[in-house]
């Protein structure tokens, strides 16, 4: 570990080197533990919204906020209308807990560069992926991932490879992620094993085939031979 990620350690993980939970806002977040004395919470910049509304916003040890400045500084529709700050950029400027960024920025005191050198040349698909990799690096033994569900269309078919990897390379340096029981991240689209239950892909009658009908409409689904499966609903059957 350099002597930058060193410094880091006491300001990312002040409650325990081993222990990192990772709080997002699907379902499942409201397992998160908080009575846990050596459990190190980091929050992505949408779940103030959960966190002000539970009361517990006070227990995250370090916030995320990845975007380039053009985003970020939109109005959000996710921040707390109540919230005394009143806008994102505002709690930016006044929160006195560590916010993960681009780089830091002088009018938001807490703000801390991520190191970007540490992704190499995996993929960077969400925020899930940069909180991963920095947890890793700092050496955490343990990752817990709550409402890290990835059951939107854009987040399953953009995002979610990206969190794969970066699952995989966590447990691959010796990390015990664990993985709440309603995330679809491990989750295979299709059932059973492939080379044993299927090809022939399921049919437009199998049990989840509804569950492609519903996500195909929504994004461009992944190309196969230079068609989109929206296009030409038959590459479904096709052993690729």
């Known amino acids: 570990m350099n002597s930058h990620l060193e410094s880091l350690k006491p300001v990312l993980l002040p409650r325990s080197p081993d222990r990192v939970a990772i709080a997002m806002c699907g379902q499942g977040w409201s397992a998160l533990p908080t009575n846990q004395s050596d459990l190190n919470i980091w929050a992505t910049n949408a779940f103030i919204n959960n966190a002000y509304h539970s009361c517990m916003d006070f227990l995250i040890n370090v916030w995320f906020e990845i975007h380039n400045r053009e985003m970020f ?32 920025h002088p009018e938001f005191p807490t703000s801390l560069p991520f190191p970007m050198d540490l992704f190499g040349d995996g993929p960077v698909e969400g925020t899930l992926d940069y909180m991963i990799v ?19 269309a854009h987040e399953f078919y953009y995002q979610r490879a990206g969190a794969l990897y970066w699952i995989g390379y966590a447990r691959g340096k010796g990390v015990d992620v664990w993985i709440g029981h309603d995330a679809l991240l491990l989750k295979p689209v299709l059932p059973g094993r492939y080379g044993w239950e299927y090809p022939p892909w399921p049919d437009k009658h199998h049990p989840n085939r509804d569950r492609w009908e519903t996500l195909e409409p929504t994004l461009p689904l992944p190309v196969l031979g230079g068609e989109s499966l929206n296009e030409n609903p038959e590459a479904w059957d096709e052993e690729r």
Do not use: D, I, N
């Open 73 to 104: 500084s939109q109005p959000k529709a996710w921040f707390p209308a109540s919230h005394p700050s009143g806008t994102w950029l505002k709690w930016l400027a006044e929160t006195r807990k560590p916010v993960v960024m681009q780089q830091h």
């Open 134 to 152: 920095l947890a890793t690096a700092l050496g955490v033994k343990r990752l817990e991932l709550y409402g890290c569900t990835y059951a939107s």
